[in-house]
Each structure stands twice: as structure tokens, then as C-alpha cells.
């Protein structure tokens, strides 16, 4: 049976110094995440300096409670489903929840079309708030729907994001499912599209969803330009062309720059554990 992590054996255990067992586990899941991609333990210890059995003992105890999990090569660790829904959870508080809505109302009620934030969540991206268009012509998807990452504007986005060599590893092992007549699945196109994307710091999905839907992705910046979220914004191609979507962008990028005030953690305990 898994051992809690509160009670691993160190004398200091429960006074909240960086010694504890305690502290030593929120660093771990606190450098994990603002890394950004899966570890080993080893690169882990290259910050952290614990001693190589304490933090294999702590990364296998992280895992076992689900808030790590392993890497598809089965050495590296990455965000655990546990650990992602205590940081959705934090987007989730009833001052965000207000304060994202509104943002999300101002950019859907001047673009006169859908709009939503979307997160990464594994390999899918999950749709954590939406404010529908009025239009009777739309497609909708409900709060906490998932969609694929290789077609969809967010999706592409947060690929492009990504480390060159994190992404690589993913593509490997990401089947690009043809869902709409543009679907690019083609590892190799969705490469070079991707790198098209993080060049001009927004992505687009010309029917490669949807047939006949469009849209556009602006990501949402945390610390050190790393990507918290995506803002999108949604329609039907015959009534908002792609370029016409395009134009929308400094328009989103202002509304996702509010975003980033809203998603930031400013509580000074958990300051360093913004996203």
C-alpha cells in the first residue's frame, strides 16, 4: 500500500521547513510544473540537491497518490491527474469564475461570435469556460468538453508552445485523426504549421476541426511566457471568414493580456506556483 507522503520519516516533517518531507514534495511538484515537460528524477535533483534516494523515494510516493505520473518512456515524470485538478481547481474559485466571465462576455459580445479558455489536459485540451454566440447557426460544446490538440486552434496553440523536443516525443506518439476534410495528418505538415504558429504568436483552424467552423487562438501568458491557457474565439465559416478571424487578434490579444491578471496566482503563499 502507498506510504502518504506526510509520513515519511524526518524529524522536521511538521514544522514546515525546507527540510520537511513536506516541503521537499511541494518542490518536486512545484519544479515539475514550472519546467513544463517530463523529468527524471536526476534532472529534478540538478535544482533541488536532495540525496538521490530521498528524491526517488519522493517522486515514487508523488506517483503512487496520482499527483505525478510517468512519461511515456516510463523513466520521466510529468503532472499527475491529481495535481492537475488542484490547479484547476484554483481556476475554479468563485472571483475567477466572475472575473473570466466577464472578459469572456466582452470579446464574444464585440466579435458577435463564440468564445472560450481552454487548457492543456494530457494529450486533449479542455474547454474550462465558454460563452456562447446568440447566433442560432453554432456548434456547442458544454464546459469541460475535451478536444484533440492537432486540429483545433487551442490544440495547436499550446503544441506550439511546447518545447521542440517535448512536442517531437508527443507527435510520435499522437495519432492525427482526420475529422474534417483540412485535417492535417501529416506529422511532418503539422510540424511546420506549428512552427509557422509560435513564429506569429497565434494559431488557426481552417476547417481542420470542424467542417465549416473556423477559428482563431491567442495563448494566455503566465511567468516567464509560459502558456497558462488558450483564448479562442469560434464560428461558422459563412458567416465569419478566416481572415475576417484573423483580424480579431490584437482584439484577443488585449482580452487574453486581462486574462493573465485574472488566472495568475497573486496569494503570496503560492506565488511561485502561478498556472
Not at 514534495?25 to 540538478?46: D, F, Q, R
Not at 504558429?197 to 476541426?209: K, L, P, W
Amino acid at each position: 500500500m502507498p506510504h502518504d507522503v506526510a509520513a515519511e520519516s524526518d524529524d522536521t516533517a511538521s514544522s514546515g521547513k525546507k527540510g520537511s518531507s513536506i516541503m521537499r514534495a511541494l518542490t518536486i511538484l512545484e519544479e515539475v510544473a514550472l519546467l513544463g515537460h517530463p523529468v527524471t528524477p536526476t534532472e529534478l535533483n540538478k535544482e533541488l540537491k536532495l540525496p538521490k534516494p530521498t528524491i526517488h523515494r519522493l517522486c515514487a510516493t508523488l506517483e503512487a497518490a496520482g499527483f505525478l505520473k510517468r512519461a511515456l518512456d516510463g523513466r520521466r515524470y510529468t503532472v499527475g491527474p491529481r495535481l492537475r485538478t488542484m490547479a484547476l481547481s484554483f481556476l475554479h474559485t468563485e472571483e475567477q469564475q466572475v472575473l473570466m466571465r466577464a472578459v469572456l462576455e466582452r470579446i464574444s459580445k464585440k466579435v458577435g461570435e463564440t468564445a472560450n479558455i481552454s487548457v492543456p489536459d494530457q494529450n486533449r485540451m479542455q474547454y474550462i469556460d465558454r460563452v456562447e454566440t446568440r447566433w442560432p447557426l453554432r456548434v456547442q460544446f458544454p464546459v469541460g468538453s475535451h478536444v484533440p490538440l492537432h486540429c483545433t486552434s487551442a490544440g495547436k496553440m499550446y503544441l506550439s508552445s511546447m518545447r521542440p523536443a517535448a512536442r517531437t516525443r508527443l507527435l510520435q506518439h499522437l495519432t492525427l485523426e482526420k475529422h474534417a476534410a483540412n485535417t492535417i495528418t501529416d506529422v511532418n505538415d503539422l510540424e511546420a504549421d506549428l512552427a509557422e504558429i509560435s513564429a506569429r504568436g497565434y494559431s488557426t483552424d481552417n476547417e481542420e476541426f470542424i467542417d465549416g467552423m473556423v477559428a482563431v487562438a491567442v495563448p494566455v501568458l503566465g511567468g516567464e511566457g509560459r502558456l497558462l491557457a488558450t483564448l479562442s474565439i469560434f464560428a461558422p465559416a459563412v458567416r465569419m471568414s478566416l481572415d475576417s478571424a484573423i483580424g480579431w487578434v490584437p482584439d484577443l490579444r488585449k482580452a487574453a493580456d486581462d486574462l493573465t491578471g485574472v488566472l495568475m496566482v497573486t496569494d503570496e503563499a503560492f506565488d511561485t506556483l502561478e498556472g
